[in-house]
């Protein structure tokens, strides 16, 4: 209840923007395979700023 108006970091953020694009490229995947190429390579691109941010600390 305390952590209830905690402010996320931008790594928390990052994160679960990384698991959000990781889903729906997923799902397109069987549909439109250079669509989920693209939503692969957005992730690709948070997943590095993630360990910019790790490397840092």
């Known amino acids: 209840m305390f952590g209830l108006f905690k402010k ?3 790594l928390e953020k990052l994160q679960e ?3 959000k694009i990781m889903e ?3 799902k397109i995947q069987s549909i439109n395979r250079t669509d989920s190429d693209k ?3 957005e992730a ?3 997943l590095k ?3 910019q941010i ?3 600390k």
């Open 8 to 10: 996320k970091s931008e």
């Open 17 to 19: 923007s990384y698991k």
């Open 24 to 26: 729906e490229a997923y």
């Open 39 to 41: 939503k692969y390579l």
């Open 44 to 46: 690709d691109n948070v």
């Open 49 to 51: 700023k993630i360990e």
């Open 54 to 56: 790790q490397s840092k």
